[in-house]
């Protein structure tokens, strides 16, 4: 023990003496260390932030204690009682409408919420002008005040003070909408807000039976210990075909929080490939500078320092200077969440207060040093080899073949605690799994290609060029930079070539094709007694165009095989089928794109028990099988159907499809708004324009969706998280640069002294600087051929075997991709070579 404890005494002495000279040989271990555990920080830190502020902020978030939201109908007085009994109750009411001009020139699709007088129980409305919610909303004779999102006006070219058309009511736009406390909870909107009292709805006749309304009764407690359960027991024991649906302030946004999450854990994977690409210009720059220190290691065994010592000397100063490089991550990761919150203030809920998340924090400098010693541990063995005789003869310590067993093991179980800590931390480990072991695939499938290029620059043709036939050599000959540049930059641009076609493939997706397959309008809430007057209406305006009507319900699963779907444990891709409201219909035959996969469709006359059919990868995913039942809540009756087949459901069509498809005679007799898709493929602007006024100004309490306007919705939300993917890949790129200028340094000697043989041999700087240049240009591109073929293939993957989208292979991308690496490894490779070619010969030579 004594011996162990002077040894390692010694150890960190020389250590610290030797650390004293700077940390030259090291920029790039730091900054390699410090970008990966950077941007995992920074990912984990942010996503702590936002979900925090769910939960601490949740009161405000939900504007209440607790939200009990019925669809498409009103509490009863019952159940009005039963609520407040438990505190001061605020109702707000909401739905999709269109928003007219006064004079009808113009028209737009808006999120209509309906407020009372207590609206909110907590946090505060902020308008512009700054006056109480009472004044703005309050009424003028017939026409009601109403404060909007500053993009309606925006959109409509109007301003304050103007007149709007909703429904059968005219409103004054009283002012715009600067924070709307519950806006998170109620969730995302394809519209802006359009915001006024319930009386105001009331009065303008879009709240009629079957309309998509959602009714939000949210309680602020009279006793503060009040426990949320103890409501949701009582509220589904009292009225067991309510169909509520309930939330608490402590999960105020779940939608949100699950979003937030599993988005971070895949950048937090993103940013793990960085690191651990980043972890290669560890081992390289660990490398180089073990290669500089090679005559003070040969001197301490000169002086009889063991092996052991020797190793011990260098292994504490990796650890204190990755120690540095996390440091300077985790400051980074924690001013992400403030500089993230200035970006996204008044769309999440996170705090521009610095604060510190000591857990996200953890996480990252655990990555990082694992990272570090699973990286350092090959070349400290590689080390230990050094003999004293490098002390006299200039030879480095290039060994051939592996260091000795107990340091394989060690970096072995450096890495599987590397994996174990990634898949464990992560809430969909079968994806991190995956993930990572996709990541290993790729260090071994690159380790072969460099075998490959290797061999292949070995049997090519000899060339005239004597630069082109030294580059060749060098690419091929022992200690190339073959192997380096290839791992290097393989990852980094496989990632970023993966994302840019996924990115690119759905922006086509959403304003290529799609918009020609989907319909060019929805219309909702068509009542009963308007569907004949519509009918005829649009069928004037689009004589060529194509109108599909079906009736239209709302409904929530209550119940999977009698089994409360709150006690399920349902995997992610399913959860969304639970979460709310979904929409209803029923059919005698079967709808339009989709087929029966399994089962069978029921006869057109049946009469017998409710049948439902499923659409079969939500089923699959909920693992529900044919003959299953399911219990659906709607207009406040539990509904038990038996699932009689299941459909395969072409949803990227965006026409009318439906989760859940019943028999006729579930709900005959049951009352119900029409859905309605228009299709005109040839229809112009100024066609689509037309019927979008027309049916607005004749109808006005249908809602008309313009899909191309919802699809540019879409498209700016995708483009969002794009930048945030890119950002992500971008680090990935980012550390391979830095990975290969550590492999340039690293291999710095020995170009060293093979340029100054050669110009002593006759070879002139530019022939070296051309040779050189067409060993990069050639890696480079060998490089490019690989992170096109592996990244598109990730591609690929994900959009047709996850997304269900087509995917194609986008040339834009592939020559994106081919000049980054030629313009990386060239740019590199000649500003990492220049300074060797102009090297004293004298002085290299001496020492060879």
Known sequence: MTGLTTRLSVAFRIALRELRGGLRGFYIFLACIALGTGAIAAVNSVSTAITDAISSEGQSLLAGDIRLELDNREATPEELAFMQ??????????????????????????????????????????????????????????????????????????????????????????GTIVTEPDAVSDGFGFAPRFLTSRKALFASGLVATGSLVEHAYKIRYDDPTTNPDTIRSRAQAEFP???????????????????VERFSQFLTLVGLTALVVGGVGVANAVRAFLDSKRTVIATLKCLG??????????????????????????????????????????????????????QALALAAIFGMLVTFAFAILPLGHARKVPATALFREQGFEASGLPSWPYLVAMALSLGALAALAIFTSDQRRIAAIFLAAMAAGFVLL?????????????????????LRLAIGNIHRPGSLTASVTLSLGLGLSLLVALAMIDGNLRRELTGSLPDRAPNFFFVDIQGSEVDDFRTLVEGLAPEGKLVEVPMLRGRILELNGTDVAKRDVPPGGRWVLRGDRGLTYATNI??????TEGEWWPKDYAGEPLVSFSEREAKELGLKIGDTLTVNVLGRNITAKISNFRAVQWESLSMNFVMVFSPNTFAGAPHAWLATLIEPNASATDEAAVLRSVTQRFPTITTVRVKDALD????????????????AAVALIASVLVLSGALA????????????????????????????????????????????????????????????????????????????????????????????????APVLREL
């Open 241 to 259: 075909s309510a169909g509520w649906s309930i939330r608490s302030s402590d999960r105020a946004a779940p939608a949100l929080t699950e979003n």
């Open 746 to 841: 690293a291999g710095n000697r020995a170009r060293t002294h093979d340029a100054v043989i050669l110009k002593t041999l006759g070879a002139t700087r530019a022939m070296l600087i051309r040779a050189f240049t067409y060993e990069y240009m050639l890696l480079g591109g060998a490089t490019a051929v690989f992170a096109l073929v592996s990244g598109g293939g990730i591609a690929w993957y994900v959009l047709s075997q996850i997304m269900k989208l087509p995917s194609n292979f986008l040339a834009d991308v592939a020559v994106m991709t081919i000049v980054i690496s030629l313009v990386i490894t060239i740019g590199i490779g000649l500003a990492g070579t220049w300074r060797i070619l102009g090297q004293k010969a």
């Open 713 to 728: 919705m879409i498209d700016k939300l995708v483009g969002q998280l794009a930048t945030a993917i890119r950002a992500a």
């Open 447 to 467: 380790r072969l290609v460099a075998y490959l290029i290797a061999w292949l620059a070995r049997h090519s043709p000899r060339s005239r060029s004597a630069a």
């Open 591 to 596: 709808p339009e794109n989709s087929s029966v």
């Open 85 to 174: 009994g438990f505190g001061s109750v605020s109702v707000t009411t909401g739905l999709r409408s269109m928003a007219r001009l006064a004079d009808g020139s113009d028209q737009s699709l808006v999120e209509v919420k309906a407020v009372d007088d207590a609206y909110p129980l907590y946090g505060r409305l902020i308008a512009a002008p700054d006056r109480p919610l009472a004044e703005l909303l309050a009424a003028d004779g017939d026409v009601y005040g109403a404060i909007v999102a500053p993009l309606l006006l925006e959109r409509m070219n109007s301003r304050v003070g103007d007149e709007f058309l909703l429904g059968n009511a005219r409103f004054r736009i009283t």
């Open 305 to 358: 320092a063991p092996a052991s010592v020797v190793v011990l000397v260098y292994l504490i100063q990796i650890t204190l200077v990755a120690l540095v490089g996390i440091l300077v991550g985790l400051v980074l990761g924690a001013i992400a969440p403030p500089i993230t919150a200035s970006y996204l203030a008044g769309i999440l809920p996170i705090s521009a207060e610095a604060r510190l998340y000591p």
